[in-house]
């Protein structure tokens, strides 16, 4: 059972940078695609990003190209690195990983609880 944790999240104001990240509980999740979703209150969950195990693949969501990065190390971390943050990027950020690819139409296999981060304009 792989367990994700999320930290980093926090209020900052539109134009600001955050780094959000996730800790992964297993040694196999270094041969896991991991993805990053967010969910605005009142609206669906959508896909953010993903990055494939070795991290030479990654794919974004068309609203966050060229702000928001993804990376992973092999310590069992994922990153999200956020910039030139909107008040539209308010939302709760999951971390998420599957054995397979994670696109934005995926249902991967394994959820955290999220960490919340709030743009003020």
């Known amino acids: 059972q792989v367990q994700l944790v999320e930290s980093g999240g926090g209020l900052v104001q539109a134009g600001d940078s955050l780094t959000l990240a996730c800790a992964a509980s297993e040694r196999t999740w270094l041969k896991y695609h991991m993805a990053w979703f967010r969910q605005a209150a009142g609206k669906e969950r959508e896909f953010v990003a993903s990055?494939?195990?070795?991290?030479?693949?990654t794919d974004f969501a068309d609203s966050v190209k060229g702000r928001f990065g993804i990376s992973r190390n092999y310590a069992n971390k994922v990153y999200l690195e956020m910039h030139s943050l909107k008040t539209e990027d308010t939302a709760l950020y999951f971390c998420?990983?599957?054995?397979?690819?994670?696109?934005?139409?995926?249902?991967?296999?394994?959820w955290g609880h999220g960490t919340q981060v709030t743009v003020s304009s």
């Open positions: 998420a990983t599957d054995a397979e690819y994670i696109t934005a139409a995926a249902h991967p296999h394994y």
């Open positions: 990055i494939s195990p070795n991290g030479d693949s």
